[in-house]
């Protein structure tokens, strides 16, 4: 046991004397900021992928459109986020001469990436709320679109935010790949802890008690957001 | 104020409706009968176009609105529609719901007139006297159209005893109530005819009565109606005209007296020994 309590010794003193905290609230803070930039863009994205997807087919420029989303969403599923990650940094972007640094090209394949993902939990979405409700709006005569922001989207997302809510929680625990990129995340700043003095043990543990304690709190906001959304179920 | 020309649809192949040809003028309340699967729902959905004819037209008001190049949305404003299963919106309170199209769409008629009128007046600078076109004054804002939508869809309410669920959720109701929010939903974008599929079907047997009574209501102040009905009464007393679709054509349409006296089609003598 002794020998526990040094490593812990040697692990606070990283932590606190070495510039350690500085290093993993650097990765905090890159890690929160990927997975939730990348969510946010992920479900633009996604909301407007699936809203071409479920567009009526019978005119040629939907159908364009569609098939193009569904090239896009095979690419993206199809492959690791690692590949997407080193081909925009190393391949891609250096191609077209783009300058970007590490984190936004992180941010950036996680936007797309969860967009693939988030478009076919939308489409499940809005398949799943009830045809009549597009058909009450148009009837009144609002438009396609008018009837999909006011009725149908917001239903949807009612409807999917448990699926959504993993979808996050997936983002965060995937941003432990960005390091491949050079970006310094969570996992980046405890492996370097751990190299500085060669002892991994402590910082592994502290790093997986961190990634457990954000899942913890985002499952919490997620029920606190259901809850609140449930109002128009409740009877008043 | 409706003419309907050698209407057909087909889905998928399938003829549903053969070249129905009916004419519905201002006040009349047409009521339609029919066998199950006979195409009267597809007949009431092609007359705003929720299903686009496959052949012949629509015209209302002058415009043929089965062409695919008219604004749909534009005259759909001016048909109510009312369904068998309500679909109010879920995530609106019935106050919303009332409101919702009104304020929209006027508050975008608003916002169209504002750009026109901007247009038209940097375009006068560079037009003669005689060819400046008109600015057309802005009487309302907004928050006026807000204002006036909520008073029209409190008044409605009060029209219906159901002031108080004002704030409530559709899933909070009873069909009945969901029913007749539809229907001032309807009458909330002042149309000029209401359209009605089986509006009393899906009802508790308790609650068909206050829904008919509304339309008996909306019939006596000389509102235009279409209504698929299987509600031989009310087709006797309130409607002045029966139609009897079949097979995809109308078969018979005649005055409520001589429909149900006098019957010619003998489908529909069929029909009415298994109904009545
Ligand atoms: N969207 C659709 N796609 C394919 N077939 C359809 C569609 N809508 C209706 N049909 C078919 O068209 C025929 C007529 O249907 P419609 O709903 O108009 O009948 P209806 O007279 O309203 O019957 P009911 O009294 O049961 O409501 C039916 O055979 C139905 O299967
Ligand atoms: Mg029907």
């Known amino acids: 046991m002794g020998n526990f309590e040094k490593k812990i010794e040697t692990f606070i003193t990283i932590f606190f004397e070495q510039g350690g905290s500085a290093k993993v609230l650097e990765g905090l803070e890159n890690t929160l900021t990927i997975a939730i930039t990348g969510l946010i863009i992920g479900i633009l994205i996604g909301t407007v992928i699936a809203t071409i997807r479920v567009l009526p087919k019978y005119k040629l420029l939907p159908r364009i459109l569609n098939a193009i989303c569904s090239f896009y969403v095979a690419m993206f599923r199809g492959t690791p986020m690692v590949v997407q990650l ?115 043990m402590v910082p592994y543990l502290v790093m997986a008690a961190i990634y457990i304690v954000l899942v913890l709190i985002i499952s919490l906001l997620i029920k606190l957001m259901e809850r609140s959304l449930q109002k128009s179920d409740r009877r008043s | 104020m409706i003419d309907v020309v050698n209407l057909r649809k087909s889905f998928n192949k399938v003829d549903v409706l053969n070249g129905i040809n009916v004419t519905i003028n201002k006040g009349d309340i047409v009521a339609v009968i029919g066998p199950s699967g006979s195409g009267k729902s597809t007949f009431l959905r092609c007359l705003n176009c929720m299903e686009d004819p496959t052949g012949g037209s629509i015209i209302f008001k002058g415009v043929d609105i089965a062409d695919m190049k008219v604004d749909i949305n534009e005259h759909r404003r001016h048909m109510g529609m009312v369904f068998q299963h309500f679909n109010l919106f879920n995530n609106k309170t019935v106050l919303q719901n009332i409101m919702l199209a009104p304020v929209h769409l006027q508050c975008k008629d608003l916002k169209k007139q504002m750009r026109q009128n901007l247009i038209n007046s940097i375009l006068n600078m560079f037009r003669g006297e005689k060819n400046k076109k008109e600015i057309v004054q802005i009487t309302k804002n907004k928050e006026q159209i807000k204002r006036e939508a909520k008073e029209q869809a409190m008044t409605l309410l009060k029209r219906i005893g159901l002031e108080e669920k004002a704030n409530a959720y559709p899933s909070t109701l009873s069909g009945g109530q969901k029913q007749r929010i539809a229907i001032i939903r309807s009458l909330a974008m002042n149309p000029d005819v209401i359209l009605f599929d089986e509006p009393t079907s899906a ?52 005055s409520p007296k001589e429909f149900f006296e006098n019957p010619q089609d003998p489908r529909l003598k069929d029909f009415l020994a298994k109904v009545l």
Not at chain 1, 105 to 120: K, P, Q
Not at chain 1, 163 to 183: Q, R
């Open chain 1, 86 to 200: 080193l081909v925009f940094y190393y391949v891609l972007f250096p191609i077209i001469g783009l300058k970007m640094t590490s984190v936004q090209v992180a941010i950036m394949v996680f936007g797309l990436n969860s967009g693939a993902y988030i478009s076919e939990i939308m489409r499940g979405g809005i398949q799943s709320v009830d045809p009549g409700q597009m058909e009450a709006g148009r009837a009144v005569g609002l438009s396609f679109g008018t009837t999909m922001m006011k009725i149908v989207i917001p239903q949807a997302v009612k409807n999917i935010l448990p699926t959504m809510g993993n979808e996050f929680i997936a983002l965060i625990k995937e941003t432990s790949v960005v390091s491949f990129v050079g970006v310094t995340d969570l996992y980046f700043a405890f492996n370097s802890i751990g190299s500085n003095s060669y002892e991994f």
């Open chain 2, 203 to 254: 009802l508790d047997p308790e609650m068909v009565g206050e829904v008919l009574e509304l339309m008996r209501e909306l019939a006596a102040e000389g509102m235009t109606m279409v209504v698929v009905t299987h509600e031989m009464g009310f087709a006797k007393e309130v409607a002045n005209r029966v139609i009897f679709i079949d097979e995809g054509v109308i078969k018979e349409s005649n």
